[in-house]
């Protein structure tokens, strides 16, 4: 069983800082992609960013220049440095791990989900 575990939400004004992490622990061989997602009220979840076991990343366009993803393998946690905080991203984040594990000597790779933050920002 695998478990993530997401802090530092809150609320921030609009142009303001906010930093997230998402610790990820259990059984697990290794951790492939770490992603964050959001989700606001009647919306569907979408893509924030994610990152590779090796540091490559990817954000969404709407976020670019604004947050940055990172993320530390020895301790198995990933954060999201969030700038020029603006209204619109206000959301529930999601941390998501893809991971894999070992078993019979074959390698099959699973996903799991935080239990979500909530990002408010607003003046």
């Known amino acids: 069983q695998v478990q993530l575990v997401e802090s530092g939400g809150g609320l921030v004004q609009p142009g303001g800082s906010l930093g997230l992490s998402c610790t990820v622990s259990?059984?697990?061989?290794?951790?492939?992609?770490l992603g964050w997602y959001r989700q606001a009220p009647e919306n569907q979840r979408e893509l924030v960013a994610t990152?590779?076991?090796?540091?490559?990343?990817n954000y969404d366009d709407s976020v670019k220049g604004r947050f940055t993803i990172s993320r530390d393998n020895s301790e198995n946690t990933m954060y999201l440095q969030m700038n020029s905080l603006k209204p619109e991203d206000t959301a529930v984040y999601y941390c998501k791990a893809v991971y894999s594990d070992v078993a019979f000597g074959m390698a099959r790779f699973y996903e799991a989900w935080g239990q979500g933050t909530q990002v408010t920002v607003s003046s």
């Open positions: 990152i590779t076991r090796d540091g490559s990343t």
């Open positions: 259990g059984k697990f061989f290794s951790i492939a992609t």
